[in-house]
């Protein structure tokens, strides 16, 4: 949280040379309960330190929401955000930031950067099922091969409502459709510990592939939750095959399916395309979804966290 809370606190931006560096800023004021959004637009800055978000009103309490700095000059410049009360500056981060390239401030998550070849991990986006059950939960237009070397995908406190489980499918057309051939395209693995029994399986459908989920298809629980993370690399890259691998979680509630009250994946995996490695095309999106298709099911609960990873 970022806060001006009186009149002469500012959010500077201080850049290391010359160049081009803009900046967008959103933040919200609260006047005695009172809550109002503002934001402002600071383009081409070149050199020197700038107010980037200016003092609240008297009385009024600014919170800032997002702060964007992009470095759309021809060279690496050093961008220093700033925050002072009028007397007392202090510096909140510094990066240099190569040509094309941002630093991002979000409220509540903090600061990320988007710099290809430099290591870290960063929150892509975050999307939830809270009040209307959905199909699916797609990501599309936050994966970007150029910037990020691999990806992970979080689902947490996941449930359905009625009998199904959860499946993975891609696209290669930034989700204008979604590759469902289960002989040709696609192939999966795991091995699931249960509490009662270990099984392991593998086949060439992807509609089978069980993110670790509580459902079984002929046993529903209300009061169960999935706890899912999928891995994955090269999705942008034509000719490597796209596998993804799946760690996954139940914690079961009241029934007793054949599996017994847990299943934890602990070897899975999913690839896409089972063709020779020079025939897998690009991916740029992934869907999960519950299956099978045409089935009653739908995601009636969950969070889904999308991360980016830089490698060095």
Known sequence: ML???????????????????????????????????????????????????PSPASGAIRNIKTLHIYNRGTSSNVVTPIHTDGTTAVQLHSITLPPGSSLQYIDEVGWTNTMPGVPGMSKLITQKVITTPVATMDFTSEINNAIYNEYELHILGGQINADGYLGLRVSEDGGTTWQA????????????QTVSNTNSYSGGWADNLWLGTNIEPTTYDPNSIAYVIIRTSMLGKAGARKQFIVDGMMQAGTSASPQGPGRVVIGGTFWHDNALPTANPPVNGIRIKTMPDGGAALMSAGTFNLYGTRGS
């Not at 051939?181 to 699931?192: F, L, R, S």
């Open 3 to 53: 806060i001006l809370a009186s009149t002469t606190d500012l959010l500077q931006l201080q850049i290391g040379s010359p160049g081009t560096i803009d900046v967008h800023a959103d933040w919200m004021d609260n006047v005695s309960g009172a809550v109002g959004p503002g934001r402002t637009n600071t383009a081409g800055l070149t050199s020197g330190t700038t107010t980037i978000v």
């Open 181 to 192: 051939d289960p002989i040709n395209q696609y192939g999966h693995t795991y091995q699931a």
